[in-house]
């Protein structure tokens, strides 16, 4: 079903280890509105979607994992060289406490993913509005991102992903427009 290329969607670059900045990205992690979180939700909503519009979902899903790899190594990139005082410094002690420099499903104030992120409602306009508002919240994340550093490769990896979301919510917007126009399309028998 997908073909694994070992690289990156988009190249990761980092200017300097960035604790601070690598504690705000964990939000698009394991966030409400983060990668994770969308990657599941599209993949689990395709299930009850008509066929006509399942390859979006699926699309999408699998793109989102992909986006969810490129967080995961920025964070890398930004807390690598770091100090335990630099964590503690950046409010990651307690991170660092529980799981040392491994990444962890969280968002920025360390509140552990769930499941209740996942909005699944099996009506396929709902379901579709609601992965609309989940890429528009993802965009307006990965602007405040990019407005919180001054790291020009990282605002341009963080410029990509923000991209990203909006061709995504573009998409889902199609989706629910061929859904429409078929709910408005009248059936005679």
Not at 33 to 53: C, F, H, S
Not at 68 to 83: F, G, Q, R
Not at 115 to 123: E, V
Not at 164 to 185: G, M, N, P, T
Request: net charge negative; with cysteine.
């Amino acid at each position: 079903m997908w073909v694994y290329e070992k690289k990156l969607q988009y190249p990761v670059r980092v200017c300097k280890c960035d604790v601070r900045m690598a504690k705000y990205l964990i939000e698009q992690y394991g966030g409400a509105d983060g990668e994770l979180a969308a990657a599941l939700r599209y993949m689990n909503q395709r299930y009850t979607i008509p066929g006509k519009v399942i390859g979006v979902l699926n699309d999408i899903s699998t793109e989102e994992l992909a986006h969810l790899e490129m967080i995961a190594t920025m964070v890398y990139k930004l807390t690598k060289d770091a100090t335990v005082q630099q964590l503690e410094e950046a409010g990651l002690g307690a991170h660092y406490v529980n799981h040392d420099s491994a990444l962890y499903y969280e968002n920025a104030g360390g509140v552990p993913w769930t499941a209740a992120y996942i909005q699944a409602k099996g009506d396929p306009i709902a379901d579709l509005y609601e992965d609309i508002a989940a890429e528009e919240k993802a965009r307006a994340t990965y602007q405040w991102l990019i407005n919180m550093t001054d790291d020009v490769d990282l605002q341009d990896s963080l410029k990509f992903l923000r991209e990203r979301e909006i061709v995504h919510s573009q998409r889902f917007r199609e989706a629910v427009e061929i859904l429409k126009e078929d709910r408005e399309y009248k059936r005679v028998f």
